[in-house]
C-alpha cells in the first residue's frame, strides 16, 4: 500500500508542472486576445467587413462583435473556466457553439479553438465547428472558421484583418 502511495504521490508531482503549464498558456492566449481589443477592418469573401473587440465584466471576458449592425452579426465571447479557455459563438444561424482553446495547437500557430458541445442545435445542425486566430508579427490578424453540417466540415472561411486606427 505505501509502494502504491510513493507511485501516486510521485506522478501527482510529475503532472503538477503540466497543469501549471496549461493553466498559463491559456493565460497568455487570453492576454492575447485581450491585446486585440479594438475595431478591425477585415476583408471577408464577401467584401469588407467590421470586426470589434472589447474586454467586459471586469476583465473577465473578451467579447468579439463581428459584422456589426448586418443581417450576419454575431457575437462570441471568450472568458476562462478553470484553467480552460472557452468560448461561446453566438451564430447568426441560430445556434450557440460551444469551444475550447485546442492543447494540441501550439501558440504559435494561432489561437485554435475546438468544438466541444452547443444549444439549440442537433449534432448534425449547420454550426460553426472550430475556428483559429493567428496574429501574424506586423499586427494583422487571420482567421479562419470552419462551418460542419451534417457531421462533416462543408467549408472554411478565411478573412484578415487590420487594426482601424483610433478615432
Known sequence: MARRATVVVALACLLAPVVVAAGEREDQAFAQL????????AVTPN???????????????????MFPGTDHEMITVYHRDGDALVATHYCAVGNQPRTALDATTPLS????FAFTGGTNMKPEDGHIHEWTIRIADDGRVEERWTYWEGGK???????TMTRRAAE
Open 47 to 65: 467584401g469588407p467587413q467590421t470586426i470589434a473587440y472589447r474586454v467586459a465584466s471586469a476583465g473577465s471576458i473578451v467579447v468579439e462583435e
Open 34 to 41: 485581450k491585446g486585440l481589443a479594438g475595431t478591425w477592418d
Open 109 to 112: 500557430e494561432g489561437l485554435h
Open 153 to 159: 466540415e462543408q467549408h472554411a472561411t478565411t478573412f
